[in-house]
């Protein structure tokens, strides 16, 4: 290559990799920027929705289920919209169960309007959270889910993972919206965990919602009945249950 006296070798390649690099940058940086603008407007999102609640009184009238009535009832034409909010709400700073607020709404609107606004507020509020703790991590997840509950799920979720969380979004007693939180923390994908709130959660949504109708009626030594034989399958899967996917993964793959 010839050159001139004082003129330094020009590369196009080096240019065009500093450009490359030059826009990776900026679009790494554009791209962040939407995820903070997001995660902004998620915090105001749900901040503004706890205000209004608390400056309403709900969380006096969550009390009973009676209050629960009262309350939603004072918003007609939009008391539809205000039990959406309330079972979001639920999900994230989860004052009351789900299943109780969807009886009490399956009073007011009938059982499917009530099971439907209730599942579709469960799985945004689920895949809401589980998304901020994957973002924010422990300092998120550490203001709503306490270092006892943290020890006791937090390992079981990241060693028995999808039968552990099927297992515990289809039984009632226990922390479901708390364990939305610990489940961010994991290395589970965001879709996978959205396709298992998706079908498991509805169920109990939809039974609590038929008995707040009277659709259907349960007598207490039933419902005792149903706890313990559920509380029996829990406790078996969890050791069994490694065993059987293993199995199920090699038939399919027959």
Known sequence: MVM?????????SDHYFYHARQGAWHMKKKRNHKWIATLVVTVLALGGILLFLWCTGFFTAA?????????????????????????????????????????????????????????????????VV????????????G?????????????LIRRKRDIFLVLVFLFPFFPDDLICILAGLTDIGFLRF???????????????????????????????????AGLALFLVSMKYGDRW??????KFKQ
């Open 130 to 141: 589980f998304w901020l703790a994957r973002v924010l991590g422990h300092s998120f997840a």
């Open 194 to 228: 959205l396709v298992i709130v998706l079908l498991t959660r509805p169920w109990g949504l939809l039974v609590a919602s038929a008995v707040g109708s009277s659709v259907i009626s349960i007598p207490l030594w039933a419902m005792a009945l149903i706890g313990l």
């Open 4 to 12: 001139l006296a004082g003129w330094e070798p020009f590369y196009p």
């Open 143 to 155: 203001r709503f889910v306490s270092q006892k509950v943290s020890d006791k799920y937090l390992d």
């Open 63 to 127: 009390q009973s289920l009676d209050g629960i009535q009262d309350y939603i009832a004072r918003f007609s034409p939009y008391s539809h919209l205000v039990f959406f909010l309330i079972q979001l709400a639920s999900v994230v700073v989860a004052p009351i169960p789900s299943n109780i607020t969807a009886a009490g709404g399956a009073l007011l609107f009938g059982m499917w309007p009530a099971f439907l606004l209730t599942a579709g507020a469960v799985v945004l509020g689920s895949a």
């Open 245 to 250: 996917e293993a199995r199920l993964l090699e």
